[in-house]
């Protein structure tokens, strides 16, 4: 089963998916200092992460998940079992190089990224 793609294109199914809501609101504070909190609305954040990454892959992820867009993600939503798709902005992309010695290939390992709803 495909646990998750960008904008259409499928990488390997992430080591971990985690879901959270994310707050929209105004808060300011009125003269006598009671806060005073406007909710906007409230949108999802998805934290990917994986453990080893193949380099196709990660040039597929950095490639359509550049800071300057939004993209598009389907993602496994373990809450509901079903796939779910979101309009999000990528945030905190980060990896480390890992060299295999055995296969004699680079890989990248502790890759985690944030997708904030649109």
């Known amino acids: 089963m495909n646990f ?5 294109k499928t990488i390997k199914s992430p080591t971990e998916i985690t879901i959270s809501p994310e707050h929209l609101d105004k808060a300011e504070r009125t003269l006598d200092g009671t806060m005073v909190i ?3 609305g409230t949108k999802k954040k998805v934290d990917v992460s994986w453990e080893y990454l193949a380099k196709e892959d990660l040039k597929v992820l950095t490639t359509e998940s550049g800071s300057d867009r939004f993209s598009r993600i389907t993602f496994h939503n373990g809450e509901t079992g079903e ?6 902005r990528a945030e905190n992309l980060t990896y480390m190089p890992y060299y295999d010695w055995a296969k004699a ?9 944030s997708f904030k709803e649109k």
């Open 4 to 8: 998750f793609s960008i904008n259409g």
């Open 83 to 88: 796939l779910e798709t979101i309009v999000s």
């Open 38 to 40: 406007d909710v906007i």
């Open 105 to 113: 290939q680079l890989l990248w390992k502790d890759v985690s990224l």
